[in-house]
RNA sequence: GCCCAGGUGGUGGAAUUGGUAGACACGUUGGACUUAAAAUCCAAUGACCAUUGCGGUCGUGCGGGUUCAAGUCCCGCCCUGGGUACCA
C-alpha cells in the first residue's frame, strides 16, 4: 500500500471523535496532568500556522504523558470577544455574534485537521452567555468584597459594613482610596448615597475617574494602538485624554502576593523578571514638602522617593501636569503659558512621554516649596516626565543624582547639587546608590544606605512623612466604551452602581440598531432602547475587557457544563491548577498578570484549592510572516522584478504569498487578484518576476498569512506537525517558510517505507533484533524522552530521523524494534503512528499504550573515542578502553604517532584530561 | 527611553553542566536508475590557502577580558524582535 496521508488521517480523527479517545474523566487511580494552551482569538484570517506552534507542542506533551500513564485533561476553546469583530460590524452592519461564530467554525474545522487530543467535550466561548454568566457572576464577587491588609485577603464587603456599624473605620486596615476616619456613629447617620460612596472606596471592583483616550471626531475611545501621535489611525482625527468615569479592578491589593507567588511557579527567569518589574515593588519614604505662601501655609506637596538620602541635593519640585495642585500653584502671569503645556502635555501618551527622553519639556509655575530638611528654597516646575499615575504624580527632583532630573536641571538652568561622591557631575549625573554623602548637613559621611535610612526616621519623628513601599503596578481600568464583550450585571440608581442579583445572571447583551458610540458619545449600548432592569433602572452601558473572560477559562474547563456553580469542588480538587500552559510571551504583563489576580481572588474567596493557576509556563516564539513584495512604478501601472527596482522610482506592494513560489511571482494569478492589475505590466529579470522579501508580523493585512489548510492538503497533518517543531526552538521566534518541509515528508515517507517491503505490502518480521538495532532503538528512546520533558521538541524530530537513517540502513525490519519506534513517533505524528501499529496487528488504540522503557545495557560501550586537542584546538582521535585511569590514558595518548608528531619533541607542559569528554595537551 | 529575548554556513537550526563548532534537514553541484519526468538512492558542500596525496590557517554580530579550554562566563558596544497598561 502508498502512504497515502489524507486516508489515514482522516480515519483516525474520524476514530478519535467516535471512541472519544481524549475525554478526561477523573479517575483516582491516576495520577492528573493538565496541559492548557491560550486560547485562541479567532480572526477573520483563520487560523495561521504561528498559532499550531504552541497546540502541537502542548499536544505532543498531551500524547507523551497519556502514555506515561498520566490522566490527560486537554481542552480547547475560543476568546471570542474583541476589536476586530467589533470594528467588521461597524463596517458591514454584520452582527459580531455572527462573525464570531463564523470564524470559530472555521478554527474549529482547522483544527480538527491537525489531529490534536483535545478534549472537544469541553470546548468552552467567552461570549456564550453559559460560559460569561461566571465572568459576570466574578464581577459581582469582586464589587462585594474588600482587601482586609491584616489578614491579607479578600473578604465579604458585609463584614466591613458590620464594622463600620459597630466602631467606624479606625480599625480597618485596607487596600483602598484614602478614605476620612469616621465613627460608628457618623456612618449611622450617613444616606445610604453617601455610605455607598465610601464602600467604593474599598470594593475591589470600583467606580473611579480615569484617563482615556478620547478622539471626538470618531466619538468613541480608541486603543493606544489605534492611536498614533495623537490622531486616530483611522480617520486621523485628533485624540485627547480625557477623564471618564469607569470601572477598575483593585489588582494593586494582590501587589504582594502577586511577586510572592512568582517564586514558587516554574516560569522563565525573564517572564518572572519582566512581571517583578511590571509590578515594581520600591522601598522608600513619602515626603511632604510645604508651600511657601502666606495664604496657603497649610498646603503641602507630598513626594514619594526611593533615596530620601539625597533630600539636601534636591533644588526643585517637578509636578506632573495632572496635578491636582498645579492651578494652585500657578501665579498669574503664568497661567496662560502653563494650561497651553497642560494641554499639549496631557494628549501626549505615557509612553511617548516616557520615551522622549532627549525633548525637554516643562513650565516654571512662579510658587516656590521649601525643603523640609534644609528649609531651602524650591521652584515648582511642570513637566511631562512625571507621570501622574505614578508614586504621587509629584517629585522631589534631584539633578546630581536623577539622569532626567539632570537633564532638565541642565535644560533650564537650575542649581545641580552633588550630595554622593563617587561621580563626575560636571560631566553626567551620578545615579549609582554607593558612596558618602556630603554637603548634607546632619547625615554627612554616612554611605547611601544609612543616610537614607536617618533621613526617614527624621520625617517620621517630625510627623511630616512616612516609610512607604510603593508599586508601579496600577488598578486595572475594566470598561471599554464598546458593544462586543461582556455586559456588567450592574444598574444605577440615583447614581450609585448596584449589582444585579445571581439569580438574574447571565445578563445578555442586547440587540442594537448601531455599533457605533451614540451622538453624544456615550457607548453603543446607551442606544439600546431595553437596556433597563424590570424596575426601570439604567444598566451599566459599557462592557468589559478581553481580560475578563480570558482571566480564569482554566477553572470553567475542569467542569464546562455546570449550570449551578462556576465548577464543582470536586472538579477543582482533582484537576486543581495547570501542570504545563503553552503560550506567547506578549501575555507577560496582561492577560498573565490579570489571570494570577483573579485567580488569587477565587482563591481568597474559597473558591479554588490553588492560589497559583500555572505552574509550569512556556512561551512560544512568535511565528513571523514573509511578506513578498512588488515594486509598482511610481504613476505607472508597471512593475518591476526586485533585482531591477533600484533603476526605477518604485512604491513597494505587498502582494498574495499564495501566488509567490520561491520568490516568482505568478503573473497571472496576480492581474486576476485585484481588479486594478488586470491591465499591469511587468519589466521581467530572465524571464521572471522576482519579489522582494520582508519579515513582519503575520497579519492578512499585509497578504502573508500561511494557513495550515494548504500545507495539510499537500503533505499532510503528521508532516506538518513534525515540521513545525522540526523548525526550531518552541521558544524562539522565526520567520516563515516552508522551504525545508520535503525533508520532513521525505523522512515520513522512509519511515514508511521501513514496515513495507519493495513491493510496498506491509511486512514486519518476527526475528529477533540484533545489537546494533536495538541500540539504535533504546540511544532514540533516551534521546527522546529526555528532549520531550525538557521541551526540545526540535531535537525529537533530528533524533527521530537519525534513528529511521540508521535503521533503514540496517534494513531492519524487526516487529520489536518497529513497534516501539511506532509509540516513540505518536505523539509528533499520531496518525501514521496508529496506522503502523494496527497494521502490525494490536487490536487497541495506540495513544494509552506505555512508552518503552529504556535500558542502558543496550547502549554500553566499551570503549569512549577521546578528541585529543592541543592547546584548546583538536587534532585528531583516539580510542580507548572506558575503564582506563587518567595516568593510562595519558601515556596511551602520549606514546601515539599522532601525539608525538604536535609535540615535535617538546615536553607537554600539562595534560588535562576530562574522563569520557576530552584530552587537552598544553605544551 | 525603560524592561525582556535573540544574533552560529547560502537557509532553518544542533552543540543539555565551559570540553570535538556546524548534528539533523533544506538548498546547490555531480552521479546512479529512467526514453523522459517524478520518486528513490549515492557522493560532495563553512571560508580561505595548498594540493598528486598528506595537510594548514581563519571562523559562532563587533571590541576587550577570564580559563588548560569560550558559541557557552564577565565588561563595553552594534543590530533585530517582543512588551510598555484599551490589539488579542
Not at 489605534?226 to 485627547?240: K, L, Y
Not at 522622549?356 to 525643603?371: C, L, Q, R
Not at 484549592?609 to 509556563?617: A, F, R
Request: charged letters at 25%; one cysteine or more; aromatic letters at 12%.
Amino acid at each position: 500500500m502508498e502512504y497515502n496521508f489524507s486516508e489515514i488521517e482522516k480515519k483516525w480523527q474520524r476514530f478519535w471523535a467516535e471512541k472519544k479517545s481524549f475525554k478526561a474523566e477523573i479517575d483516582h487511580n491516576k495520577p492528573k496532568f493538565y496541559v492548557l494552551d491560550m486560547f485562541p482569538y479567532p480572526s477573520g484570517a483563520g487560523l495561521h500556522v504561528g498559532h499550531p506552534l504552541g497546540y502541537i507542542a502542548s499536544d505532543i506533551y498531551s500524547r507523551y504523558k497519556r502514555q506515561k500513564g498520566f490522566n490527560v485533561l486537554h481542552p480547547m476553546g475560543y476568546d471570542a470577544y474583541g476589536l476586530p469583530a467589533e470594528q467588521y460590524a461597524i463596517q458591514t452592519g454584520k452582527h459580531p455574534e455572527k462573525t464570531t461564530g463564523e470564524n470559530i467554525l472555521r478554527y474549529r474545522e482547522q483544527m480538527d485537521k491537525i489531529g490534536f487530543s483535545y478534549d472537544w467535550d469541553r470546548e468552552v466561548k467567552t461570549c456564550d452567555p453559559f460560559y460569561y454568566k461566571w465572568t459576570q457572576w466574578t464581577f459581582i464577587q469582586l464589587f462585594n468584597s474588600w482587601y482586609n491588609k491584616k489578614t491579607n485577603k479578600a473578604e465579604n464587603i458585609d463584614l466591613l459594613i458590620r464594622e463600620f456599624v459597630t466602631n467606624g473605620n479606625k480599625n480597618i486596615d485596607a487596600a483602598c482610596d484614602e478614605t476620612e476616619t469616621f465613627t460608628a456613629d457618623e456612618w449611622n447617620q450617613m444616606s445610604e448615597n453617601q455610605q455607598q460612596k465610601i464602600l467604593m472606596n474599598f470594593r475591589l471592583a470600583y467606580l473611579s475617574d480615569t484617563y482615556v483616550n478620547w478622539c471626538p471626531g470618531l466619538g468613541t475611545v480608541p486603543a493606544n494602538d489605534e492611536v498614533r501621535e495623537g490622531f486616530s489611525i483611522r480617520g486621523g482625527f485628533p485624540v485627547e485624554r480625557k477623564l471618564m468615569r469607569q470601572w477598575s479592578l483593585r489588582i494593586t491589593a494582590y501587589s504582594q502576593r502577586l511577586l510572592d507567588g512568582l517564586d514558587k511557579i516554574d516560569w522563565s527567569d525573564s517572564i518572572k523578571e519582566i512581571q517583578r518589574n511590571w509590578i515594581g515593588r520600591s522601598n522608600g519614604a513619602l515626603i511632604n514638602f510645604p508651600i511657601e505662601k502666606e495664604s496657603a501655609n497649610k498646603d503641602y506637596i507630598k513626594v514619594f522617593t526611593t533615596r530620601a538620602d539625597t533630600i539636601f541635593g534636591a533644588t526643585f519640585i517637578v509636578l506632573a501636569p495632572e496635578h491636582e495642585l498645579v492651578d494652585k500653584l500657578t501665579i498669574a502671569e503664568n497661567k496662560e503659558q502653563i494650561s497651553a503645556y497642560i494641554k499639549k502635555a496631557k494628549n501626549r501618551s505615557e509612553r511617548e512621554r516616557m520615551a522622549e527622553v532627549n525633548t525637554i519639556t516643562g513650565v516654571f509655575t512662579g510658587s516656590y516649596a521649601i525643603n523640609p530638611i534644609s528649609h531651602e528654597k524650591m521652584p515648582i516646575w511642570i513637566a511631562d516626565y512625571v507621570l501622574y499615575g505614578y508614586g504621587t504624580g509629584a517629585i522631589m527632583a534631584v539633578p546630581a543624582h536623577d539622569s532626567r532630573d539632570y537633564l532638565f536641571a541642565g535644560h533650564f538652568n537650575v542649581p545641580i547639587r552633588e550630595v554622593v561622591s563617587g561621580g563626575d557631575i560636571s560631566k553626567e549625573s551620578y545615579d549609582a546608590k554607593e558612596g558618602i554623602l556630603i554637603n548634607s548637613g546632619f547625615i554627612n559621611g554616612m554611605n547611601v544606605e544609612d543616610a537614607n535610612n536617618a533621613v526617614i526616621d527624621k520625617v517620621e519623628d517630625l510627623g511630616i512623612g512616612t516609610r512607604k513601599v510603593n508599586y508601579r503596578l496600577r488598578d486595572a481600568i475594566f470598561s471599554r466604551q464598546r458593544y462586543w464583550g461582556e455586559p456588567f450585571p450592574v444598574y444605577y440608581k440615583d447614581g450609585m452602581p448596584y449589582v444585579l442579583d445571581e439569580s438574574d445572571l447571565p445578563l445578555e447583551l442586547p440587540e442594537i440598531d448601531s455599533y457605533l458610540p451614540t451622538t453624544n458619545g456615550e457607548p453603543p449600548l446607551a442606544g439600546a432602547k431595553e437596556w433597563k432592569t424590570k424596575d426601570g433602572y439604567q444598566i451599566e452601558t459599557s462592557t468589559m475587557p478581553g481580560f475578563a473572560g480570558s482571566s480564569a477559562y482554566y477553572l470553567r474547563y475542569m467542569d464546562p457544563w455546570n449550570d449551578s456553580e462556576y465548577f464543582s469542588k470536586e472538579a477543582n480538587n482533582y484537576w486543581r491548577n495547570v501542570d504545563l500552559y503553552i503560550g506567547g510571551s506578549e501575555h507577560a504583563t496582561g492577560h498573565l498578570i490579570y489571570s494570577r489576580f483573579w485567580n488569587k481572588f477565587l482563591f481568597d474567596i474559597g473558591l479554588c484549592c490553588e492560589d497559583e493557576p500555572y505552574k509550569k509556563l512556556i512561551n512560544q516564539g512568535m511565528i513571523q510572516g514573509r511578506s513578498s513584495i512588488a515594486y509598482m512604478i511610481k504613476g505607472n501601472n508597471k512593475f518591476v522584478s526586485y533585482n531591477l527596482k533600484n533603476d526605477y522610482d518604485t512604491i513597494p506592494v505587498h502582494v498574495d504569498i499564495n501566488m509567490v513560489e520561491n520568490d516568482i511571482l505568478d503573473i497571472d494569478a496576480f492581474k486576476k487578484w485585484h481588479s486594478d492589475y488586470k491591465n499591469a505590466s511587468f519589466v521581467l529579470e530572465e524571464g521572471k518576476y522576482i519579489c522582494g522579501v520582508e519579515i513582519e508580523k503575520m497579519s492578512k493585512s499585509l497578504h502573508n498569512v500561511q494557513n495550515p489548510d494548504e500545507l495539510i492538503e499537500k503533505y499532510g497533518a503528521d508532516t506538518l506537525r513534525l515540521y513545525e517543531m522540526f523548525l526550531g526552538p518552541l521558544e524562539q521566534s522565526k520567520p516563515w517558510n516552508t522551504l525545508g518541509i520535503e525533508g520532513v515528508f521525505r523522512f515520513i515517507k522512509k519511515l514508511w517505507r521501513l514496515y513495507h517491503d519493495d513491493n510496498n505490502k506491509f511486512f514486519v518480521s518476527d526475528d529477533e533484533p540484533t545489537k546494533k538495532e536495538l541500540k539504535v532503538l533504546h540511544k532514540t528512546i533516551k534521546k527522546v524522552q529526555e528532549d520531550i520533558e525538557r521541551f526540545s521538541f526540535n531535537t525529537v524530530v533530528s533524533a527521530l530521523m537519525i534513528c529511521v537513517n540508521e535503521l533503514s540502513e540496517l534494513k531492519c525490519n524487526k516487529r520489536i524494534i518497529l513497534n516501539d519506534l511506532a509509540i516513540l513517533l505518536s505523539s509528533y505524528a499520531p496518525h501514521i503512528a496508529e496506522e503502523l501499529w494496527q497494521l502490525s496487528g494490536h487490536k487497541e488504540c495506540l495513544s494509552y499504550t506505555s512508552f518503552p522503557k529504556f535500558r542502558e545495557e543496550y547502549i554500553k560501550e566499551n570503549t569512549i573515542t577521546y578528541p585529543v586537542s592541543f592547546n584548546g584546538k583538536m587534532r585528531f582521535k583516539i580510542e580507548l578502553a572506558v575503564d582506563l585511569s587518567n595516568q593510562e590514558i595519558e601515556k596511551a595518548v602520549l606514546t601515539t604517532q599522532d601525539a608525538q608528531k604536535w609535540l615535535e619533541g617538546k615536553d607537554p607542559k600539562k595534560v588535562i584530561i576530562v574522563p569520557k569528554k576530552i584530552i587537552n595537551i598544553v605544551i
